[in-house]
């Protein structure tokens, strides 16, 4: 059988060979319960449909009543009529119509022995059941429309026979004959049980046939009877309820933890989402440093020369610039002494800086031509520096300036 991890609903049914699970449009075959146990995909919810022979029906009269009311009073009833206690089986009730100030239902009952047998491997492998229904009151539903229908079909290799009406289940019974040819006059005698207990509310409409090989047998048993033949397939939507109560509670907790187990998955396939978008991002950024790289390697020789060109300006300036000449500073020194009595004793240049001394006639005047030196425009290239003047034998005071090459002044 092929599966399908996200489908959460199975249902288990009696099928003529024995069992069979449908999970959405596939099916699986099984001898047992066990068998298929095996064969189903974990963390799904499973729907268990009874098998004919595991439960009993019972035609009640009671009072017209709320539902709640009706399933009091025909526990009540069943208590009385069958051999359990309220606590060994579990029932439902199909309302079939009123008869003066009362109304008939048909109590389906299920002893909860034959309940536990049949779905322990289900409970075993903690598969549920989450619901439990009656297959004989699925095929009723299935048949609705019909109007008064008599079903006949085979069970794990026994034929049994129902009477509907509307959707409704109004007697079954299984047969004891061969399954492969059901005997007509058992056929009749079913017919006429059900009548004799008022089952029948009117006469039969037609026969419905899950197998071909037993239509003969039928137009036997009911000549001039329309018969269908074809596979009887019950309704899915459940109808009843025949689950215990202890069980509904395993039920919900199973189907909590279902959903617990698809909010986690959905939340990894969220975070390996993420884990994924990161990784793109990543390779995303990586490859954009990559062609950056490529970029940089690319230009780092244009670079380089043009470092290398402002290297060699810069070693020329100095031949090139008026302002940078020797006979320019000097004119520029010379024309900051004024009409001061000061006298340059000795210049030095190279291409970054200059350097001279000279004589004031006192320290106040070498102050004051050192400060004309730095306001001087013409040598805004240079950064003009001088130590404290010394004083000389003769009173006269010796200093020294200096003037190197400011890389940080904008020419104007």
């Not at 095929?139 to 959707?167: I, T």
């Amino acid at each position: 059988m092929k599966t399908r991890v996200s489908a959460q609903l199975v249902r288990l049914s009696p099928s003529p060979e024995g069992w069979r699970a449908q999970i959405g449009e596939n099916l699986c075959i099984g001898a047992t319960i066990q068998e298929l146990a095996g064969k189903l995909p974990s963390g799904f919810r499973a729907e268990l449909l009874l098998p004919s022979s595991a439960v009993v029906t019972e035609r009640l009269t009671l009072p017209r009543a709320s539902r709640e009311d009706l399933l009091s009073m025909a526990q009540l009833q069943l208590e009385k009529l069958l051999p359990y206690t309220a606590e060994d089986f579990v029932f439902d009730i199909e309302e079939l119509g009123g008869v003066g100030e009362d109304v008939q239902i048909l109590a389906v009952t299920v002893p909860l022995p034959e309940l536990k047998a049949t779905a322990e491997a289900l409970r075993h492998a903690g598969k549920g059941p989450v619901a439990v229904g009656v297959y004989a009151v699925q095929l009723a539903r299935e048949l609705a429309g019909k109007g008064n229908v008599l079903a006949l079909w085979l069970e794990a290799g026994k034929p049994f026979v129902l009477l509907a009406s509307d959707g409704k289940l109004l007697w079954l019974e299984g047969l004891s004959s061969d399954p492969s040819s059901p005997d007509p006059g058992e056929v009749q005698r079913v017919l006429l049980g059900a009548e004799l207990s008022g089952a029948l509310p009117g006469r039969l409409d037609r026969v419905c046939v899950g197998a071909p090989e037993w239509v003969p047998a039928l137009r036997a048993a009911l000549p001039g009877m329309a018969i269908e033949e074809g596979a009887l397939e019950p309704r899915l939507e459940m109808a009843g309820n025949w689950l215990p109560p202890a069980w509904a509670e395993e039920a919900a907790a199973l189907t909590r933890k279902s959903r617990l187990v698809e909010r986690l998955q959905w939340a990894a396939l969220g975070y390996a989402a993420l884990l994924a978008a990161g990784f793109c991002w990543l390779a995303f950024e990586k490859s954009r440093i990559a062609k950056l790289d490529r970029q940089i390697s690319e230009l780092q020789p244009l670079v380089e020369a043009t470092k290398g060109r402002q290297n060699r300006w810069k070693n020329l300036e100095a031949a090139v610039e008026p302002s940078r000449y020797l006979i320019e500073l000097l004119h520029q020194a010379s024309k900051a002494v004024g009409a001061v009595d000061i006298r340059i004793t000795e210049f030095q240049m190279n291409p970054k800086e200059f350097a001279f001394s000279a004589e004031a006639s006192n320290v106040a005047e070498a102050i004051e031509y050192v400060g004309r030196l730095k306001k001087e425009t013409e040598l805004s290239a240079f950064k003009i520096d001088s130590p404290n003047p010394n004083i000389l034998p003769n009173e006269r005071a010796q200093f020294r300036v200096t003037g190197k090459v400011d890389g940080t002044v904008v020419k104007r």
